[in-house]
């Protein structure tokens, strides 16, 4: 059974840095594009960044040039580094394909950005 993990959230302070980690069993990656998703308390999950196969990468625009999205298929390892973290990133953060399929859930990272 596929599961998708994620690690390396935690507390920190407006402008810090977090990595977050996500590895999965199986040959997830191997077939579908990646992305990192959040919920923030009282809102609705939304998509983050996406990367491909290819490495093609997108981000939504509140991230842009902050967040980067990688992926190391040999490992099955997706991967968030997250710069200059502002308060409203603050959410429960879960890696998924593209689009996010109901079984690859996961119990997600909690990242909390003090200001």
């Known amino acids: 059974q596929v599961q998708l993990v994620e690690s390396g959230g935690g507390l920190v302070q407006a402008g810090g840095s977090l990595s977050l980690s996500c590895a999965a069993s199986g040959s997830i990656f191997r077939d579908n594009p990646m992305a990192w998703y959040r919920q923030a308390p009282g809102k609705q999950r939304e998509l983050v960044a996406v990367i491909r196969g290819g490495g093609m990468t997108n981000y939504i625009d509140s991230v842009k040039g902050r967040f980067t999205i990688s992926r190391d298929n040999a490992e099955n390892t997706v991967y968030l580094q997250m710069n200059s973290l502002k308060p409203e990133d603050t959410a429960v953060y879960y890696c998924?394909?593209?689009?996010?399929?109901?079984?690859?859930w996961g119990q997600g990272t909690h990242v909390t950005v003090s200001s």
């Open positions: 998924n394909t593209f689009p996010g399929l109901t079984r690859y």
